[in-house]
């Protein structure tokens, strides 16, 4: 007998003939003698949509007051499943993130988990039944509601899997598994059957959104392997694998790249000609960070004449009209010539655990790029990925070259 996490996302949960054809995945596990946590995401668009009220209310809503809507559509999916599942002879019930005891810090709106107090969910998961957990959603120390930021339910699944001790942690989503590439973009894309923990959360982190980055990171700290799954795909009785994201072992190193993340939720900002003295990237970015914007790859060209030297960094993309204000209010303290701006860009980032003490996998990606005549912005590198960033137009006749330049191309 095992304990098995089975997490569904929104559209495995989108209406009620999916909640109930995903109940009868859950029952299928329960007669295999199975023990069954079930965590839930709220049906496809839910969340959105109350978002929306709430910004139709107050442009800036109070942080306590949103989670308490946003939280909601989490809650109907979970009795929504505790119901399908009695439907199916079963004994289950509904959790709500406080009754449950999930406890996280008091960062409303993308909140982190402390704990998990899993004596009545054990208690009654040994009675033989089904605890359905409402993603997404804790209690902060004050009683109050808190959510763990978009796409947090994949964060909940795995951090109960990991509190209850569970045998396995299922994924049930849209898209069958990992691929190598995006396989709307790159039609030679394959499934990989399994993927390292750090290699998915350097693909989460780089812009594969199959699995919410904090989920992989926890995943890695408790060693909790993840199976992601299709609930489309993978139909009630047929066993089709879908990818596990586990330990590495040796057969992962044979490639040196195992996958291709892109994002095209970046924007650019050069500063040209910038005063070259000590200082000066401080005084870019320190007003960046109390604005609380995010800056990611930056590039300090050196300069020719020792005077001045021209700074690029990227930013995500809805904060660039902030950061552009912030900069040009700065202008007399930084010192620069002018602002340059670009919000059509694309991130490219191979990853692989193989490439690790590899020499040539960033010079094989520079030359296949320049052999299609694709230009490059800027370049970032981590011990397993080479990103790069290029023009928005050229992502896909990239992402495809560079599939077939590292051999991931399906035979
Ligand atoms: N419902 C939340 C969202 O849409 C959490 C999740 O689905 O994981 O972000
Ligand atoms: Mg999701």
Redesign the pocket.
């Known amino acids: 007998m095992a304990l098995i996490v089975v997490k569904f996302?929104?559209t495995s949960v989108g209406d009620i003939e999916r909640i109930k054809n995903a109940a009868s995945k859950v029952a299928q596990e329960v007669r295999r003698g199975n023990k069954v946590a079930v965590v839930v995401?709220?049906m496809a668009g839910?969340?959105?949509q109350l978002i929306a009220y709430c910004h139709g209310v107050t442009p800036h809503p109070n942080p306590r007051e949103h989670d308490a809507v946003v939280a909601t559509?989490?809650q109907v999916s979970a009795g929504l499943m505790a119901m399908a599942l009695e439907q199916r002879g079963l004994n289950a019930r509904s959790w709500q993130g406080w009754q449950a005891r999930l406890r996280t810090d008091n960062g409303h709106n993308h909140a982190r988990i402390l704990d998990i107090d899993t004596t009545k969910l054990l208690d009654r998961l040994d009675k033989g039944e089904v605890a359905v957990l409402a993603?997404?959603q804790g209690v902060s120390e004050d009683g109050s509601i808190t959510t763990l930021g978009?796409?947090?339910?994949?964060t909940s699944a795995v951090a109960l899997a990991a509190a209850l001790k569970a045998d396995r942690c299922d994924i049930y989503t849209d898209v069958d598994g990992v691929y190598t590439a995006d396989p709307r973009i790159v039609a030679k894309a394959s499934k990989l059957s399994k993927i390292s923990y750090e290699e998915m959360l350097e693909l989460a982190s780089l812009g594969a959104k199959v699995l919410?980055t904090r989920s992989v990171e926890m995943a890695l700290r408790y060693r909790m392997s993840i199976q992601v799954l299709s609930t489309f795909e993978n139909a009630i009785g047929s066993d089709l694998p879908g990818t596990l994201v586990t330990d590495e072992d040796e057969t992962m190193e044979n490639n040196p790249v195992t996958g291709i993340a892109h994002f095209l939720g970046a924007a650019k900002i050069t500063l040209a000609e910038v005063t070259d003295t000590p200082g000066v990237a401080a005084s870019i970015f320190s007003p960046l960070a109390q604005a609380g914007i995010n800056v990611g790859a930056i590039v300090q060209t050196a300069s020719n004449d020792g005077k001045t030297t021209n700074v690029t960094f990227t930013i995500p993309r809805g904060s660039l009209g902030r950061a552009e204000e912030i900069i040009k209010s700065e202008k007399e303290k930084i010192g620069y010539r002018n602002i340059i701006t670009d919000s059509h860009i694309a991130k490219i980032s191979l990853v692989g655990l193989g490439m690790r003490n590899r020499p040539g996998i960033a010079a094989l990606m520079f030359q296949t790029l320049a052999d299609k005549g694709i230009n490059i912005q800027l370049i970032e590198t981590s011990e397993i990925n080479v990103s790069v960033v290029i023009a928005e137009d050229y992502l896909e006749l990239a992402l495809r070259a560079l599939h077939t330049a590292f051999d991931l191309d399906m035979a």
């Open positions: 996302g929104g995401s709220a839910v969340t959105d559509g989490e993603g997404f978009r796409g947090g339910s994949d919410q």
